[in-house]
C-alpha cells in the first residue's frame, strides 16, 4: 500500500486513479458503487456485476436526478402551501374564538333579556288570579332558577371553547415547525442534486445511490396538515321559546322578484321557474339574482321568522335595508344585506355568513331556519330549527333606518326539480302557556 501511494506521489497521478493499477478509472460498477479501471473490470470480484461505462453510468444518474429533482420541487412547493396554510390557520383560530366568544355571548344576552320579557308575560297573565301570589312566587322562582342556569351555561361553553382553542393552537405550531423543517430538508438536497447534475462524469458517481437513498427517504416522508378540532362544535343549542311569540307573519313582495321567480298565491313561497317573465319594471325589482323581499319593514324592535329551506339546494336568507340598490354586481349593494348563505358544488355543501364573508361549519342538515333581528341593539341571529342550535349570529350593527327580510335561491342543476323556499306561518303560544322547561332555554 505505502508503495502504490509512494508511487503515485512520484508519478504525480490524481487520487481517483485506480489504487490497485495506478490507471484511470473508465468504469463503474453499479452493485458496489465503485469506478473501476480496464485491468480491475475482469476481476471475479466484479464478474457478475453491472458495469457500465463511466460517461454511461453518470448520465443515468443524472437523469435519474433530474427526475428526482422534478419531483422534490413538486413536494417543496406542497410543503411550503401547506405551512402557509397552517400559519394563516393560527391566525383563523385566534380569529374564529374571539367571534365564537362573541356570538355566545351576545347570544346568552338575548336569552336573558327575552327570558325577562316572557316572565313579565306570565306575572301579566296570572294577574286576577285567586292563587296569584303562589304561582308568582312560583314563576319567580322558576325564573332565578333558570336565570342561574343561563349564567352557568355560557361559561361551560366558553370554557370549552378555549380549551379545544389552546389545543388547536398547539397543533398547529407542532405542523409548523415539521413542515419548516421537512422544508429545509428538501431544499438543500435539491441544492445537492442540482450541483451534481453540473458536475464531471466522476463526481456525479461519488456518492451517487446515496443520494438517491436520500432522496427517496425524504420523498416518503407525510405531509400533512394537523388535524385540529372545529371550534364550532362549541354551539350554543336550545332556542328561547319567547321567539315564538316575536314570530311575525312575512309575505313576500311580488313587485321585488327577479322575473325568473313565481310566487305563490299566499304570497309565502317562491320556487324557481323555467322561463323569465314579462314582469312590469319596477325600481327595487332585481335584475341579477333570483331574490325577493319580504313586504314588511322594521325599524325597530325584536322579530323573527322560519323559512322551510327543506326543498332549496342553493339558498340566502337575511336582511336588507330598505331601499338599497338592486343592482347585485356592485359591491356598495352588497354592504346592505346580513346574509347566511347554503352553497352546494358537487359533493361540497358549505355554509357561509356575511359580512364578513365567512366560512361556517355544516354541521347537520338543515330543514328550517329562523332569522332573528334586534334592531335596537343591532343584533342578527340565525338558527337551525330542527337542530334548535345557533348557526351565525353578528351583532353591534349600525341599523340606519328600515330593513326587510330577503330570499334568494339559485338556478337548479340539470336534472333536478325546480327549487323552492316556504315562509313558515307564525306559531304564537297560547295564553295559557306557563314557563318553558329549562332545557328549551339552554
Given amino acids: 500500500m505505502s508503495e502504490r501511494l509512494s508511487l503515485r506521489l512520484q508519478r504525480n497521478i490524481p487520487d481517483f486513479y485506480c489504487e490497485k ?17 480496464v485491468k480491475c473490470a475482469p476481476s ?28 422534490l420541487r413538486k413536494k417543496l412547493e406542497i410543503a411550503q402551501s401547506i405551512l402557509a396554510d397552517e400559519q394563516e390557520r393560527m391566525e383563523i383560530i385566534q380569529e374564529d374564538e374571539q367571534n365564537f366568544k362573541e356570538m355566545i355571548e351576545s ?53 370549552r371553547l378555549g380549551r379545544l382553542a389552546r389545543e388547536s393552537m398547539d397543533k398547529l405550531k407542532e405542523s409548523e415547525a415539521r413542515l419548516s423543517e421537512q422544508i429545509r430538508s428538501l431544499q438543500g438536497v435539491i441544492a445537492e442534486l442540482e450541483k451534481k447534475c453540473g458536475e464531471p462524469a ?30 364550532s362544535l362549541c354551539q350554543v343549542t336550545g332556542m328561547s321559546p319567547l321567539l315564538r311569540v316575536l314570530q311575525r307573519h312575512i309575505t313576500l313582495d311580488p313587485e321585488t322578484a327577479h322575473p325568473c321567480l313565481v310566487l305563490y298565491e299566499d304570497l309565502r313561497s317562491v320556487r324557481f321557474g323555467n322561463v323569465q317573465q314579462d314582469a312590469p319594471g319596477h325600481p327595487e325589482r332585481f335584475d341579477f339574482s333570483a331574490t325577493v323581499l319580504g313586504v314588511e319593514c322594521f325599524a325597530s324592535g325584536r322579530h323573527y321568522w322560519e323559512v322551510d329551506v327543506g326543498k332549496a339546494t342553493n339558498w340566502q336568507l337575511g336582511i336588507c335595508k330598505d331601499g338599497a340598490s338592486r343592482q347585485e354586481d356592485r359591491p356598495k349593494a352588497r354592504a ?101 322547561p329549562p332545557s328549551s332555554l339552554v
Avoid at 294577574?127 to 304561582?135: V, Y
Avoid at 456525479?204 to 396538515?225: F, G, I, M, N
Fill in 107 to 159: 347570544e346568552y344576552r338575548i336569552r336573558f333579556r327575552l327570558l325577562n320579557e316572557e316572565n313579565e308575560m306570565n306575572l301579566l297573565r296570572l294577574h286576577g288570579c285567586f292563587f296569584n301570589l303562589n304561582m308568582k312566587e312560583a314563576s319567580l322562582n322558576q325564573l332565578i332558577k333558570f336565570a342561574t342556569e343561563l349564567e352557568e351555561k355560557p361559561q361551560e361553553i366558553l370554557q
Fill in 202 to 231: 466522476l463526481a456525479v458517481l461519488h456518492h451517487a445511490r446515496y443520494s438517491l437513498e436520500r432522496t427517496e427517504s425524504l420523498l416518503l416522508q407525510c405531509l400533512e396538515p394537523a388535524r385540529i378540532t372545529d371550534l
Fill in 44 to 71: 471475479q470480484e466484479h464478474k457478475h456485476h453491472v458495469v457500465y461505462a463511466v460517461g454511461e453510468a453518470a448520465e443515468n444518474y443524472q437523469k435519474l436526478f433530474q427526475e428526482m429533482l422534478n419531483t
Fill in 336 to 436: 346592505d344585506k346580513v346574509l347566511l348563505t347554503r352553497s352546494v358544488m358537487g359533493m361540497d355543501c358549505t355554509l357561509w355568513g356575511f359580512p364578513p364573508l365567512k366560512r361556517i361549519s355544516l354541521r347537520a342538515q338543515m330543514h328550517r331556519v329562523g332569522v332573528f333581528i334586534d334592531c335596537d341593539d343591532g343584533q342578527v341571529s340565525f338558527y337551525n330549527v330542527t337542530e334548535r342550535s345557533l348557526i351565525y349570529s353578528l351583532s353591534h350593527l349600525p341599523f340606519h333606518g328600515a330593513v326587510r327580510p330577503i330570499f334568494s335561491i339559485c338556478i337548479p342543476n340539470e336534472g333536478t326539480s325546480s327549487d323552492s323556499l316556504t315562509i313558515c306561518p307564525p306559531q304564537v303560544p297560547s295564553c295559557n302557556a306557563t314557563v318553558s
Fill in 21 to 37: 493499477h495506478l490507471e484511470p478509472p473508465q468504469l463503474f460498477c453499479d452493485d458496489d458503487q465503485v469506478t473501476l479501471c
